[in-house]
């Protein structure tokens, strides 16, 4: 089976611009809350809203997100004009532009649909193999890196630039809200007294390419490999997860299968972690059935720094992976204590960075309406490309 390598990474968020000021906040773990977001004209009870910062322009919030990430990513994989030219890119997003559509309406602006996030990175980059936007909601980013991937393996692309963008959406910020799964404190997964998810924004773009193209062209990045990644759909309910949670583990199951890999050698997961009451608990219980039979996997809670990041959690989580692979380090989760809900035995390392072990890291993203995805990234990522030095 085809090889698909990451050799580039991009990536905005409310740590800031960039892959390296994302790995340096991670492993910092500050335990301090994000400053509350100002939007007067929201007429709720508005929670935390970890902002990110957007680049100015002419485009909408969330393809400015992506323009910086894929930006970064690219000048990361060192791709010239005549490789991008034939590359593909698949943007994953829940809500686009939202921002573009919640403005009051302007007949010289007219709304936008979420499927031009990808174009505007495709245009921008002058990708013209073909630009995908899937929009499976919180999974969505998940899900566009397991297509690019599929695309390499098929033969259909040698470099696929995948990710995910998300930016605030007032109108996404109210449902929530009026669902009562917004917690007023911080995001707060297998906490306790969780009392929901808090919204994030951001950005994450992959370059992905085939092993022999990677060699041909003497790339020298190589952060891990995206080995394998499974997908389900449960349609248990709308909004709510299966709370037996069996589509749930088959994602998981078939993201190792799909990658060759044991569970033993999953050396990390990064969970798709919410901080609702039943999502962490299913995904718990999910985590426990698939590593029961030896020792837990440590878990690095990425929503629990930077929010919930819908379109792009996938992403996000999957370029915490690769990270995560590239250092050899899991960094530190922020503090839990005995706060730790018992319903969620899941292994949370606190404190300061911990080596790596397993040669695997499993990025979890669930989604509603059941649609679940799970990626397997395999190491050892030396940073280098083999038979290439930096």
């Not at 999974?139 to 963008?165: H, K, M, Q």
């Not at 248990?236 to 994602?251: E, M, N, S, V, Y």
């Not at 219980?285 to 039979?293: K, N, S, Y």
Request: aromatic residues 4%; charged residues 15%.
């Amino acid at each position: 089976m085809t090889q698909v390598l990451i050799t580039g990474a991009g990536a905005v968020s409310c740590l800031g611009a960039g892959v390296t000021a994302m790995w340096r906040a991670l492993c910092a773990a500050p335990d301090s809350l994000p400053a509350r977001a100002d939007d007067p004209g929201a007429r709720m009870p508005l929670p935390l809203i970890h902002m990110a910062p957007a680049e100015p322009g002419p485009d909408g919030r969330a393809t400015r997100l992506a323009l910086a990430a894929a930006r970064e990513a690219v000048a990361d994989a060192r791709l010239n004009s005549r490789q991008l030219a034939r590359a593909h890119v698949v943007i994953g997003t829940g809500g686009g532009n939202a921002d573009e559509w919640e403005r009051p309406l302007d007949p010289a602006r007219p709304c936008t649909p979420p499927f031009t996030v990808a174009a505007a990175v495709s245009a921008d980059l002058g990708a013209s193999g073909g630009a995908t936007s899937v929009s499976n909601a919180c999974a969505a980013g998940g899900f566009a890196l397991g297509i690019a991937a599929d695309t390499i393996r098929s033969g259909e692309a040698d470099v696929v630039v995948a990710g995910g963008a998300e930016a605030y959406s007032r109108v996404a910020l109210g449902c929530f809200n009026r669902m009562g799964a917004v917690d007023p404190h911080a995001c707060r997964p297998f906490h306790r007294e969780r009392g929901g998810t808090v919204f994030g924004e951001g950005a994450a773009v992959l370059v992905l390419e085939s092993a022999e193209h990677a060699r041909a062209r003497g790339a020298v990045r190589r952060y891990a490999t995206l080995a394998g990644s499974g997908w389900s759909c449960d349609a248990h309910h709308l909004t709510a997860p299966d709370p037996q949670g069996a589509q749930i583990r088959r994602a998981m199951t078939d993201a190792l299968h799909d990658a060759g890999a044991a569970a033993s050698s999953v050396g990390c997961v990064v969970p798709h972690g919410t901080g609702t009451r039943l999502n962490d608990v299913v995904e718990s219980e999910a985590l426990g059935a698939i590593f029961g039979d030896g020792p837990a996997p440590p878990l690095y809670s990425l929503k629990a720094l930077i929010g919930h990041t819908a379109g792009a959690a996938g992403a996000l989580g999957a370029l915490t992976g690769a990270l995560i692979l590239d250092h050899r380090t899991v960094p530190p989760n922020l503090p839990l204590g005995a706060d730790q809900d018992p319903q969620c035995p899941v292994r949370l390392p606190q404190g300061g960075p911990i080596p790596l072990t397993g040669r695997h890291v499993m990025v979890n993203a669930f989604a509603f309406g059941g649609n679940n995805v799970s990626l397997v990234l395999e190491g050892p990522a030396d940073g280098h490309v083999e038979g290439h030095g930096a």
